[in-house]
């Protein structure tokens, strides 16, 4: 407690570059434990990130059920990636992790993010990727703060015992 | 195990300041804890703290998101109200354990 107190940690800048129920909720959940701390925080979705805070997307965030070995059957069976592959088993294992995570409190993405900003946090969309994706301000959920080039993004994670986290 | 006193009672508190035992627990002390962390406690105050003793008393896990649903005060209001950590604050002027919940 006491070597805690010396340079207690001010400000964490998350980067979310991935659209995956575990990325984007990694993220998510970092950043609302972050200003539940009384931490500002800032996060920055890119690439496919953009699931995350996009309208249209944001319900619909899906686990990889192909190339995932830790993801396994429950019961701790094994999870052949053949199985992965079948129509609707996705969904099904989606569906799955989201419903384990709402019995822990744990809301839905665009309630999330109105929790984080209701905390004082702030969240930025990528201009890069949104470009690539030929997304407008107006596809993102409304507690998006602001799109930002990356160099924008850094100038807002200054200041002293700041960290960035890449998810 | 420390011991501290509030409004004239001694109470038992862990090493981060929150009371072990709920039961020791009163306005008047909730009012000096309050004051340890920069907050006047005010009747919404009291709504929020008697929710959390309740909900603690049944067991129950609690989250932000859930006093957000306690139709006392929303979520915005509920970091106003303990600014710079509301659930941690609250617990602890409430006189109940560190919440152990991650949201």
């Known amino acids: 407690m006491a070597e805690a107190k010396e340079s207690p940690l001010k400000k964490v800048c998350i980067i979310c570059a991935k659209g995956t129920i575990e990325d984007v909720y990694a993220t998510l ?4 434990g972050a200003v539940m701390e009384g931490i500002e925080c800032k996060v920055f979705f ?3 990130g953009l699931d995350g805070i996009t309208k249209k997307q944001m319900g619909k965030i899906k686990t990889a059920t192909v190339g995932n070995p830790a993801m396994r059957a429950p019961g701790g069976l094994p999870f052949p990636t053949i199985l992965g592959m079948l129509p609707g088993v996705e969904a099904g294992v989606s ?3 989201k419903s384990q995570m709402y019995k822990l409190d744990i809301p839905p993405v665009d309630e999330f993010l ?5 905390g004082g946090g702030e969240i930025y969309a990528c201009k890069l990727a949104m470009d690539m994706f030929k997304l407008e301000k107006e596809d993102l959920h409304e507690e998006v703060k602001d799109v930002l080039t990356i160099g924008d993004f850094y100038g807002k994670c200054g200041g002293e015992n700041t960290q960035i986290i890449f998810t | 195990m420390a011991t501290k006193t509030y409004a004239g009672q001694t109470v038992e508190v ?4 929150y009371m072990v035992d709920a039961s020791q627990w009163n306005k008047e002390i909730a009012a000096e804890i309050a004051k340890e962390e920069g907050i006047d406690l005010t009747d919404q ?10 909900a603690s008393e049944k067991g129950e896990t609690l989250t932000i998101r859930r006093v957000g649903k306690s139709g006392i005060v929303d979520i915005k209001g509920l970091y106003k ?12 002027i409430a006189g109940i354990a560190k919440p152990a919940s991650c949201v």
Request: charged content about 20%; aromatic content about 12%.
């Open chain 1, 46 to 48: 890119t690439f496919f």
């Open chain 1, 29 to 32: 959940v970092m950043a609302n």
């Open chain 2, 45 to 54: 105050h009291y709504e929020v703290l008697e929710f959390l003793r309740n």
């Open chain 2, 81 to 92: 109200l303990f600014p710079g950590g509301p659930l941690k604050h609250s617990s602890r």
């Open chain 2, 14 to 17: 862990n090493d981060e300041g």
């Open chain 1, 95 to 97: 569906a799955m992790m």
């Open chain 1, 114 to 118: 109105e929790m984080i900003t209701a």
